[in-house]
């Protein structure tokens, strides 16, 4: 099992940035693809972005590409998203997730991963 605990969340202006964290527990973390989701008010929880147990592979949701990127550093078992450019419709919660797959494969849809963070709001203004 992993747990995970998201930080960064806060409330930024529109352009500005945020960098979010993903820290998990457990000594297996290289051995989990791990994921980003958000879920706005109203609205039903979306991929942002995903990268493979290595690292090799990311893939992102069409809104934020070239915007926000998803690394992961496995000595800190942590997994980042770096958001710039920020939008009012960037809002929402935002999700860390992770799926126990040792595999060079990133996963970008809810029922696929098993653990799930808290989640942690994100704000922007406009």
């Known amino acids: 099992q992993v747990q995970l605990v998201e930080s960064g969340g806060g409330l930024v202006q529109a352009g500005g940035s945020l960098r979010l964290s993903c820290a998990a527990s457990?000594?297996?973390?290289?051995?989990?693809?791990m994921g980003w989701f958000r879920q706005a008010p109203g609205k039903e929880r979306e991929f942002v972005a995903a990268i493979s147990w290595r690292g090799s592979s990311t893939d992102y949701a069409d809104s934020v590409k070239g915007r926000f990127t998803i690394s992961r550093d496995n000595t800190k078992n942590t997994v980042d998203l770096q958001m710039n450019s920020l939008k009012p419709e960037d809002t929402a919660v935002y999700y860390c997730?992770?799926?126990?797959?040792?595999?060079?494969?990133?996963?970008?849809?809810?029922?696929?991963?098993?653990?799930w963070g808290q989640g942690t709001q994100v704000t922007v203004s406009s």
């Open positions: 997730a992770a799926k126990f797959l040792s595999r060079a494969v990133v996963l970008s849809t809810l029922r696929e991963y098993d653990y």
């Open positions: 457990g000594r297996t973390f290289s051995s989990y693809v």
